[in-house]
Structures are given as structure tokens and as C-alpha cells.
């Protein structure tokens, strides 16, 4: 083997090869010939080897050519919506206090759709390092204007030529970044000639190192050529860049107080679970149903998948579910997925109940499936896990369960709800009857929530009554 | 074992789409555009043999991650 360590090569921080990137050319970049996004990849990853921070980083990648950034970069990887990178990144380095995170973003991205997002994550002082790529177009759609575009730029979007008097002057954003208190470290540089490189070089490494140190928002704006955009040659984009955008775009530090500025302050502590509960006037009623520990340790996951038509009630069963799960102190997650039509067409929810973490809130392969009509059984029967248990709503489902894997109980939820006096409780009737059979969590601790929940007496009385008409009807017919 | 060497470059022809910025931005002027077609079909970079002072330049004028390595030093392990 030859020794490597006297040459340059390519940085450790990307991956050997580029296993994601479809197609047989699993070592090159999917740009153009002669785009700066790959050499600003590069200055990337070096940073990220000579600061050992590939590991902890987490690599936002925008919308825009560099949407495939997840291709290369051998760290942790997300792609944000157009835009929404720095929102992203502030989730992930909230969550995440011992990583870091690089927004990484084109201009149409980062100075059109996302000015709200880079805005305020800048203004916040987010810790997060942001390389802003200028090439004064959208390249991914094929060379429309981007907010950046120079006066007089022909694209396809302004084919006389940016007009300023109609378009607006093309926008200096680490100018505006700069003016904001909270970023520690913005500069402009070009990724050009050798000695602009290594000025690009050294802004990137100095804002990763500041986001190492806990500096908090740092923001580099990289000029760029997109020679496809600007319809030249790779070696003529790149005079275009020093001639034309090198002028508009003066290079250099526009705010640099990492000397002066003390680590990012922490946030204020975040008010507690029961804090937030007191302040919803359900304080200590919260505490209403005991759990043990045991109970919590002991809790088997429950992934629910309640369907119906809108109208029966799908998405409030999901809710009463997820509320009384949250009271025995586990962790739950809701989600509602329904037409635009709110009455009459089909709804249903995911519930997914455990007793620690929920990593994702959809339930694609239940182990409690709730129909509450015919095309809800049609449609969910088949992805019920095997040993799973199917509650199907009898009074309005003729047909049976087709699986022989699976536990199928039948109840005639909307004649139980109808005997009891309610016609519309027929999710109620769901729920109770799920908790009777499956035990997942104690029934009478539904009576409790509602009493919490419901304001009138009388709807509570009537509800308890649904609720015990469901259980003995389980009891007796399906157990 | 060490021995003697000259600072080169290693260009990977089937990695380069021949945008020319390397050979544009060589202070020395030791790469050129060959008449042959890689895989993909560009006309790939190539070093003409000698002259190459170790920079580094063209590695980042290359806005590919691994196509060009440069040996800076003189000496390297065999
Ligand atoms: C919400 C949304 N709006 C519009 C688009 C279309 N779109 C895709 S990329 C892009 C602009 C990309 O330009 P830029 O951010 O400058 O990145 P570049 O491609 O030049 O690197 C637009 C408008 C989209 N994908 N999503
Ligand atoms: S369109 Fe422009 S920005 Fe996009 S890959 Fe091609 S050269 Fe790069
Ligand atoms: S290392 Fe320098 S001298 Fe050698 S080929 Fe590259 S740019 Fe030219
Ligand atoms: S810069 Fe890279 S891709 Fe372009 S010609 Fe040189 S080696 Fe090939």
C-alpha cells in the first residue's frame, strides 16, 4: 500500500462509494460538468474530517440540485422540504444538544420560498451552520430567477433581462443575516479561483468549528457557477463568477464575533407535563388513574388502526384512545388521515401506544384493527399482523373476517350505542369493547377520563351507560 | 522503504466529465483535455507527465469528490 498522507484526495467525510445514487457511476457527483455544488462538497467534508464532526452531524439537504445530498455525505442525512431546511435543522439540533447540524441551501431555496425559515432560525441564534449556495438561478428546474439573479439577467423566467424596476434588486442575504443580532459568524466567499477556495475553505471550517464550540448561528454564503443555468462553459462560468458575481456580491466577513461572544445560552426550561396540564385546568385530575410501574414496564405495544366513515366518530375514538393512554403515562401518538370531505366520506386513525418511545406515528401493519364499516375491513384486513385482533362493527358489517391468523370479534357497535341511548357513541362502543377484550389498559379508567373530559353530567351518565352495555356484551358473546 | 519522487497528480478517467477547470486552473500547465472518450462520453483530463509541482489546485477545481489525487510531497513509502 502507498502511503496516502502526502496527497490530497478525496475527504474521508463522504462515503467510498455512492451506494444511494441510482445508476452505475457510484463515484462521481450528479452535477453538471463544472457545477460549484460539488466543489463546495468537497470543502464540506474536509471541515468535517479536520473536525472529526462527520459523526455527530446531521446534513439537511434543501430542494434544488443538492437535494441528493444524502448520496455523499457520510453522516446523518434529512431531506427538508423546500425551504424549511433551517426549520428542520432546529428541530434536529434542539433534540440532538450534542450534535450538529448543517443547513445546506441553494438560493432559490434559502432567499425565495425559505425566507421566513432562515430568517428566524438565524434571529434565534439556532447552533447550526447554514452554507448558503449562490448561483443567482434555480438550477433544478431548469435556470427560472432566483431572487439572486443579477440586473439584466436573461433566464427563462426573465428572458429581456431582470428588470429591477419590476423585480426587485437581486438580494444580499449575508448582508441581512448580518444585521440580525444573533448570529455569531457570517461571510461571504466564492468558490473561483485557488486562493477563493481556500478563503471558502477556511469560512467553512471556522463556522463548523463555531458550531462545535456552542457559538451558536454561523452562516456562509458560497458563490457559485451553474454553468447549465447560465448556459456557459464550465472555465467561462467561472469568469462569469469572478467578473460579474464577485462584484455585485462583495466577498468578505460581514460579522465575525466568535472571540467576543460567550457560549449560546440555554433556553429557559421548558414548562413540565404537568405544568402544561394545571395550566389546561385538568392539574391534578390528571393524576386520577394510578398506574404502577410495573403496569408501564409490562405494557405490550398497541398499534391501532381505527376506520370508518366521517361521521362515526373514528377520529375521536383515536383521541379518547391516545388521552387515556397518556394518563397511564405511556407514550402515544395520534394521527388523522381523512378526505377533504368531512361528513360522509372515509376516516380513519393511527394510535400507537407504547411504553417508552413511539419512533413513527403510522401504524401500516396493526395489531388491533377497529372497523367500523364494510370498506374499512375491505381495506385494512390484510395488513393486520398475524395474532392481531379485529373488532368489526357488526350492525353494519355483514361480512367476516377472511384471515384465519388473526382474532376476529364481532360487535354490534351502533345497536349497543343506539340501546343505550345514544346513536352517535357508537366509537365509544369501539373503544370499551377493544379495552374489555384485549385488557390493554383498564376500563374503568375510561369512566374516569370522561368524567374528567365531559363537561355535562347527563352526557356522562349516558356515556358510562354505553360504556357497560359494551363491556357485558363482550363478556358474554366474545370471550 | 522511502524513495525519491516527484510530485504528481493521478487523474481516474472513467471519474471525470472533462469540464476543464482543472486543466484551466493548473498554474503549470501540465494537464490537458485527451482525444479519448471515458464510458460516459466526455473527453477526459490528463497529465502530461511532467511539471506537476504538488499545489493541490486542481484537486479543488475539480468539482468531483475523488476523481483527481495529488502527491505533494517528494517523498513517499513505496
Ligand atoms: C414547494 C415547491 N415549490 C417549488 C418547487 C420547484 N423547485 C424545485 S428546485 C427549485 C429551485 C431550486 O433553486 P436553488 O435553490 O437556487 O437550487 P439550485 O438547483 O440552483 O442548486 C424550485 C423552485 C418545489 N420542488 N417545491
Ligand atoms: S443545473 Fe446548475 S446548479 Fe444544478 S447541477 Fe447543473 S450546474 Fe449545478
Ligand atoms: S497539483 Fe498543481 S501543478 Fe500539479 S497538476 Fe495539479 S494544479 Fe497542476
Ligand atoms: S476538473 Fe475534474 S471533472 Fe473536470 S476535467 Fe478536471 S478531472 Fe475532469
Known sequence: MENLDNTIGKPQSFYDTFERKPGKDK?????????????????????????????????????????FGYYYFDTGNIQAAHGRAPAVGTGVARANKKGYVISYQGDGD?????????????????NMTVIFVNNGIYGMTGGQMAPTSLEGQKTATSPYGRDIADMGAPIRMSEIIAKLDAPVYVERVSVSDFKNINKAKKAIHTALKAQKDRKGFTFVEVLSACPE?????????????????????????????LETRPTKAEPLPRPSDKDIMTALGVGDKAAIINVTDTFVKNFKEQRVRISGFGGQGVLLAGT??????????????????????????????????????????????????????????????????AGGTIFVNSSIVDKKVKRTDVKAVYV????????AGIKKAANMVAVAAYLSYSKAMDLN????????????KELVDANIKVIHAAKEYVEKNCM | MSEEKTPRVEIQP?????????????????LELGKDLNHMGYNFATYKGDGCIGCGVCFYACPEPGTIRVYKKIRGDK
Open chain 1, 229 to 257: 443555468g447560465w448556459k456557459l462553459s464550465p472555465v467561462d462560468a467561472i469568469k462569469r463568477l469572478q467578473d460579474v458575481m464577485e462584484t455585485y456580491y462583495p466577498l468578505g466577513q460581514y460579522k465575525n464575533e
Open chain 1, 110 to 126: 434559502l432567499a425565495a420560498i425559505g425566507t421566513a425559515e432562515i430568517i428566524h432560525a438565524a434571529n434565534r441564534g439556532e
Open chain 1, 412 to 419: 354490534p357497535m351502533t345497536n349497543i350505542a343506539e340501546d
Open chain 1, 320 to 385: 379518547t384512545l391516545g388521552n387515556l393512554a397518556m394518563h397511564h403515562e405511556l407514550a402515544v401518538t395520534w394521527l388523522p388521515s381523512y378526505g377533504p370531505e368531512m361528513r360522509g366520506g372515509t376516516a380513519n386513525c393511527h394510535v400507537m401506544i407504547n411504553n417508552s418511545v413511539v419512533g413513527t406515528p403510522v401504524v401500516d401493519k396493526p395489531n388491533v384493527l377497529i372497523a367500523m364499516n364494510g370498506p374499512s375491513l375491505d381495506e385494512f384486513e390484510n395488513t393486520v399482523e
Open chain 2, 14 to 30: 472513467e471519474l471525470c466529465k472533462g469540464c476543464e477547470l482543472c486543466i484551466s486552473q493548473c498554474p503549470k500547465k501540465v
Open chain 1, 27 to 67: 463515484q462521481i457527483v450528479h452535477y453538471c460538468p463544472g457545477c460549484g455544488h460539488g466543489r463546495i462538497h468537497k470543502l464540506i467534508a474536509e471541515a468535517l474530517d479536520s473536525l472529526e464532526m462527520a459523526d455527530e452531524t446531521v446534513f439537511v439537504s434543501p430542494v434544488g440540485c443538492s437535494v
Open chain 1, 445 to 456: 379508567s375510561l369512566i374516569d377520563l370522561l368524567k374528567v373530559n365531559f363537561k355535562k
